[in-house]
Protein backbone atom coordinates (compact mmCIF):
# COMPACT_ATOMS: atom_id res chain seq x y z
CA UNK A 1 0.00 0.00 0.00
CA UNK A 2 0.76 3.67 -0.38
CA UNK A 3 0.15 6.51 1.36
CA UNK A 4 1.15 10.42 2.09
CA UNK A 5 0.59 13.09 4.60
CA UNK A 6 1.12 16.54 4.69
CA UNK A 7 1.12 19.31 7.55
CA UNK A 8 1.53 22.67 8.87
CA UNK A 9 2.68 24.31 12.64
CA UNK A 10 2.86 27.19 14.28
CA UNK A 11 5.40 27.42 17.10
CA UNK A 12 5.21 30.70 19.07
CA UNK A 13 8.31 32.53 19.67
CA UNK A 14 8.94 34.10 22.91
CA UNK A 15 11.56 36.63 22.70
CA UNK A 16 10.74 40.08 22.95
CA UNK A 17 12.66 43.01 21.43
CA UNK A 18 14.09 45.96 23.43
CA UNK A 19 11.53 47.97 22.47
CA UNK A 20 8.61 45.61 23.65
CA UNK A 21 7.89 43.98 20.09
CA UNK A 22 6.81 40.83 19.78
CA UNK A 23 7.93 37.80 17.30
CA UNK A 24 5.43 36.50 14.86
CA UNK A 25 5.22 32.64 15.12
CA UNK A 26 7.69 30.01 13.15
CA UNK A 27 5.59 28.36 10.58
CA UNK A 28 6.23 24.94 9.29
CA UNK A 29 5.09 22.79 6.20
CA UNK A 30 5.90 19.77 5.47
CA UNK A 31 5.27 16.35 3.54
CA UNK A 32 5.47 12.31 3.33
CA UNK A 33 4.84 9.71 0.95
CA UNK A 34 5.80 6.29 1.03
CA UNK A 35 4.81 2.24 0.66
CA UNK A 36 3.90 -0.08 3.13
CA UNK A 37 4.56 -4.05 2.54
CA UNK A 38 4.17 -7.30 4.21
CA UNK A 39 5.56 -10.65 3.77
CA UNK A 40 5.54 -13.67 4.80
CA UNK A 41 1.60 -13.82 5.80
CA UNK A 42 2.22 -10.40 8.21
CA UNK A 43 5.37 -11.86 10.52
CA UNK A 44 7.48 -9.24 8.36
CA UNK A 45 6.67 -5.86 7.60
CA UNK A 46 8.41 -2.68 6.24
CA UNK A 47 7.82 0.91 5.96
CA UNK A 48 9.90 2.88 3.65
CA UNK A 49 9.13 7.18 3.28
CA UNK A 50 10.82 10.02 2.13
CA UNK A 51 9.87 13.37 3.91
CA UNK A 52 10.72 17.26 3.13
CA UNK A 53 9.88 19.68 6.68
CA UNK A 54 10.36 23.57 6.34
CA UNK A 55 10.34 26.32 9.09
CA UNK A 56 10.14 29.68 8.41
CA UNK A 57 10.50 33.06 10.41
CA UNK A 58 12.82 31.89 12.78
CA UNK A 59 14.16 34.45 14.83
CA UNK A 60 18.24 35.06 15.44
CA UNK A 61 19.74 37.65 17.06
CA UNK A 62 20.48 41.18 15.07
CA UNK A 63 23.83 41.98 16.64
CA UNK A 64 24.12 44.76 13.59
CA UNK A 65 21.42 46.30 15.62
CA UNK A 66 23.03 45.86 19.18
CA UNK A 67 26.21 46.69 17.86
CA UNK A 68 24.85 50.13 16.60
CA UNK A 69 22.57 51.13 19.28
CA UNK A 70 23.94 50.32 22.21
CA UNK A 71 20.94 47.89 23.28
CA UNK A 72 19.85 44.73 23.81
CA UNK A 73 18.02 42.51 22.95
CA UNK A 74 16.82 42.98 19.21
CA UNK A 75 16.29 40.18 16.90
CA UNK A 76 15.35 39.72 13.58
CA UNK A 77 13.17 37.29 11.72
CA UNK A 78 13.17 35.37 8.22
CA UNK A 79 15.25 32.72 9.05
CA UNK A 80 14.73 29.27 7.21
CA UNK A 81 15.42 25.91 7.42
CA UNK A 82 14.76 23.14 6.10
CA UNK A 83 14.81 19.03 6.63
CA UNK A 84 15.36 16.29 3.10
CA UNK A 85 15.03 12.72 4.48
CA UNK A 86 14.35 8.70 4.10
CA UNK A 87 13.34 6.61 6.63
CA UNK A 88 13.31 2.73 6.86
CA UNK A 89 11.07 0.51 9.53
CA UNK A 90 11.28 -3.32 9.44
CA UNK A 91 9.23 -5.28 11.74
CA UNK A 92 9.88 -9.10 12.20
CA UNK A 93 7.57 -11.60 14.13
CA UNK A 94 8.65 -15.36 13.20
CA UNK A 95 6.39 -16.55 16.21
CA UNK A 96 3.79 -14.43 18.11
CA UNK A 97 6.33 -14.10 21.15
CA UNK A 98 9.33 -12.96 19.89
CA UNK A 99 9.44 -9.31 18.21
CA UNK A 100 11.74 -7.62 16.67
CA UNK A 101 12.40 -3.66 14.83
CA UNK A 102 15.14 -1.96 13.23
CA UNK A 103 14.83 1.58 12.32
CA UNK A 104 16.65 3.32 10.21
CA UNK A 105 16.42 7.54 9.21
CA UNK A 106 19.16 9.71 7.31
CA UNK A 107 19.17 13.27 5.86
CA UNK A 108 20.48 14.32 2.54
CA UNK A 109 19.21 17.92 3.77
CA UNK A 110 19.69 19.15 7.28
CA UNK A 111 20.56 22.74 7.32
CA UNK A 112 19.78 26.58 7.24
CA UNK A 113 18.69 27.75 3.49
CA UNK A 114 17.92 31.53 4.92
CA UNK A 115 19.21 33.77 8.04
CA UNK A 116 18.62 37.85 7.70
CA UNK A 117 21.31 38.46 10.20
CA UNK A 118 24.35 35.93 8.90
CA UNK A 119 24.36 34.99 5.46
CA UNK A 120 27.26 33.13 6.08
CA UNK A 121 25.02 30.25 8.44
CA UNK A 122 23.34 29.29 4.60
CA UNK A 123 24.33 26.57 4.75
CA UNK A 124 25.70 25.20 7.88
CA UNK A 125 23.76 22.17 9.51
CA UNK A 126 20.95 22.30 12.06
CA UNK A 127 22.06 21.68 15.70
CA UNK A 128 21.83 18.40 16.99
CA UNK A 129 20.71 16.42 13.63
CA UNK A 130 22.40 14.17 12.94
CA UNK A 131 22.49 12.59 8.99
CA UNK A 132 22.28 8.97 10.03
CA UNK A 133 20.33 7.07 12.96
CA UNK A 134 19.98 3.45 13.33
CA UNK A 135 17.86 2.09 16.17
CA UNK A 136 17.27 -1.87 17.08
CA UNK A 137 15.06 -3.18 19.90
CA UNK A 138 14.04 -7.43 20.27
CA UNK A 139 11.82 -8.60 22.74
CA UNK A 140 11.01 -12.35 23.79
CA UNK A 141 8.14 -13.75 25.87
CA UNK A 142 8.45 -16.98 27.46
CA UNK A 143 5.10 -18.74 26.82
CA UNK A 144 5.68 -22.56 28.79
CA UNK A 145 8.22 -23.72 31.37
CA UNK A 146 9.34 -22.05 34.53
CA UNK A 147 9.73 -18.90 32.92
CA UNK A 148 6.10 -18.44 31.71
CA UNK A 149 5.29 -14.90 31.45
CA UNK A 150 9.00 -13.65 31.47
CA UNK A 151 9.87 -11.83 28.90
CA UNK A 152 13.66 -10.12 27.89
CA UNK A 153 14.54 -7.68 25.73
CA UNK A 154 17.37 -5.33 23.93
CA UNK A 155 18.39 -2.83 21.76
CA UNK A 156 21.10 -0.70 20.09
CA UNK A 157 20.48 2.88 19.34
CA UNK A 158 23.70 4.88 17.13
CA UNK A 159 23.32 8.78 16.35
CA UNK A 160 25.61 10.05 14.12
CA UNK A 161 27.74 12.93 14.71
CA UNK A 162 26.39 16.44 14.29
CA UNK A 163 26.85 20.05 14.42
CA UNK A 164 26.42 21.02 18.71
CA UNK A 165 26.69 25.32 17.45
CA UNK A 166 25.54 26.04 14.58
CA UNK A 167 24.98 29.70 15.45
CA UNK A 168 28.35 31.14 14.71
CA UNK A 169 29.81 31.47 11.28
CA UNK A 170 33.61 31.38 12.82
CA UNK A 171 34.01 27.82 14.57
CA UNK A 172 32.40 24.71 14.29
CA UNK A 173 31.45 22.45 17.98
CA UNK A 174 30.64 18.58 16.42
CA UNK A 175 29.58 16.09 18.44
CA UNK A 176 31.36 12.85 18.11
CA UNK A 177 28.93 9.69 16.95
CA UNK A 178 27.79 7.53 19.60
CA UNK A 179 26.24 3.91 20.64
CA UNK A 180 24.17 2.91 23.69
CA UNK A 181 22.64 -0.32 24.84
CA UNK A 182 19.67 -0.99 27.08
CA UNK A 183 18.34 -3.80 28.40
CA UNK A 184 14.86 -4.95 29.89
CA UNK A 185 13.36 -7.85 31.96
CA UNK A 186 9.78 -8.10 32.49
CA UNK A 187 7.30 -10.23 34.50
CA UNK A 188 3.19 -10.46 34.65
CA UNK A 189 1.33 -12.40 37.21
CA UNK A 190 -1.78 -11.79 39.54
CA UNK A 191 -1.46 -10.94 42.76
CA UNK A 192 -4.85 -10.91 45.12
CA UNK A 193 -6.43 -11.47 42.06
CA UNK A 194 -5.48 -8.90 40.10
CA UNK A 195 -3.37 -8.69 36.97
CA UNK A 196 0.20 -7.13 38.35
CA UNK A 197 3.57 -6.70 36.49
CA UNK A 198 7.19 -6.06 37.34
CA UNK A 199 9.81 -4.26 34.80
CA UNK A 200 13.08 -4.23 35.46
CA UNK A 201 15.41 -1.62 32.36
CA UNK A 202 18.85 -1.04 32.27
CA UNK A 203 19.39 1.70 30.36
CA UNK A 204 22.92 2.87 28.88
CA UNK A 205 24.57 -0.52 29.86
CA UNK A 206 28.01 0.09 29.04
CA UNK A 207 27.68 3.65 30.66
CA UNK A 208 28.69 5.23 27.67
CA UNK A 209 29.01 9.42 27.87
CA UNK A 210 28.00 11.35 24.94
CA UNK A 211 26.09 14.82 24.33
CA UNK A 212 22.37 14.27 23.68
CA UNK A 213 20.36 17.46 23.30
CA UNK A 214 21.57 21.13 23.93
CA UNK A 215 24.99 21.13 25.41
CA UNK A 216 23.61 18.27 28.26
CA UNK A 217 25.57 15.12 28.94
CA UNK A 218 23.40 12.06 28.70
CA UNK A 219 22.45 10.03 31.98
CA UNK A 220 25.09 7.38 32.98
CA UNK A 221 24.00 3.59 33.35
CA UNK A 222 20.18 3.93 34.91
CA UNK A 223 18.70 1.15 36.11
CA UNK A 224 14.94 1.90 36.44
CA UNK A 225 11.91 -0.69 38.40
CA UNK A 226 8.82 -0.31 37.97
CA UNK A 227 5.33 -2.30 39.42
CA UNK A 228 1.95 -2.08 38.09
CA UNK A 229 -1.02 -3.29 40.05
CA UNK A 230 -4.52 -3.44 37.64
CA UNK A 231 -7.79 -3.03 39.29
Known sequence: SAFAGYGETYEPQTSISFDGSRLD???????EVG????????R???TLSVFRNER???ANRDFGKELTTGTQPWFIAGGSEATEGGELEIFYAPVRNYQAV???AHFWTAETISNKENANLVGRGLQFTPKDTV???NRYTFTTGALKNFTVGGGVRHNGKHEALANLDWFKIINPAWTRVDLMAGYETKLFGRSTSFQL?????????YIDGEYTAARPRTIVFRTRLTF
Open 35 to 42: TKAEFMEG
Open 56 to 58: TGI
Open 25 to 31: PVSGEGW
Open 135 to 137: SFW
Open 201 to 209: NVENLFDKY
Open 102 to 104: LAY
Open 44 to 46: VAA
